[in-house]
């Protein structure tokens, strides 16, 4: 999730989040910067005390329009158990289209790091790639779209979609996301719908806060919280 107007023209120093939504758009954070994102969530299919997690996304600058991601659940807890979860690496290239719209592309992996005791791992290497667009409609209005195959590795991919749209204004902005994954070897299909709050109290920090609702059966409600925070430059 990104605020209308913050894409290509934004400060280096400037939190620049793909937290809270389950997509991402197709901005970088800039070169030789790093950004780190934390969310505490809690989700479950029939009670939100199914699950809990922290969970983690360290993002580094690496060229103008390149950007290297690291990210995962640092703890989760189930009915089963307590734990690390999956690891994942994503490699974000972007371009801008014109002053307003810009596209990318991540393809990224994810290792299989978790406990599977707690029943937060996939057991086994999973691969995906997902074309974003990103897009300035309007002075407060823009448009993030998703697409692409996940869960590679398992069987039959499951491909994912999502359309969010955000308005912002001063430094309090609103997304909603609709999204979506089709059956694969990894799992069902899920479909749900995202609604967050963010607040800017400073040009290096973004707050969020909101929840999902599963659309599906399969699909787990959830609420978080969370903080997207710009540490500053870390080479030239």
């Given amino acids: 999730m990104i605020l209308a107007g913050a894409g290509a023209a934004q400060s280096p120093r ?8 389950v997509a991402t758009h197709a901005y970088a954070v800039a070169p030789g910067y790093w950004e780190l994102e934390q969310g505490f969530s809690i989700r ?14 360290l993002k580094l600058g690496l060229a103008r329009g390149w950007q290297l991601g ?38 990224g992996v994810t290792l299989p790091t978790g406990s599977r005791r707690a029943g937060l791992s996939a057991g086994r290497t999973l691969g995906a790639v997902v074309g974003v667009m990103s897009a300035d409609v309007a002075p407060a209005w823009h448009v993030d779209l998703n697409l692409g195959p996940t869960g590679v590795g398992a069987g039959a991919p499951q491909w994912f979609g999502s359309a969010g749209v955000s308005w912002s204004r001063g430094p309090a902005a609103l ?12 799992g069902p299909a899920l479909s749900g719908a995202l609604v967050a709050v963010l607040i800017t109290p400073g040009e290096r920090v973004v707050v969020d806060a909101g929840g999902v609702w599963g659309v599906t059966g399969q699909t787990p409600d959830q609420l978080f919280l969370g903080v997207t925070t710009n540490l500053g430059r870390i080479f030239e």
């Fill in 14 to 21: 400037a939190a620049n989040p793909e937290r809270p939504t």
């Fill in 70 to 107: 690291i990210s995962g659940p640092a703890y989760g807890r189930t009915g089963t158990g307590t734990g690390v979860g999956d690891l994942g690496v994503a490699l974000k290239a972007r371009t801008d289209v014109t002053s307003r719209i810009a596209v990318g592309v991540v393809p």
């Fill in 44 to 57: 479950g299919l029939h009670s939100l005390r199914e699950m809990t997690s922290w969970d983690l996304n």
């Fill in 175 to 186: 997304t909603t996301e609709f999204f979506g994954l089709t059956t694969g070897g990894v």
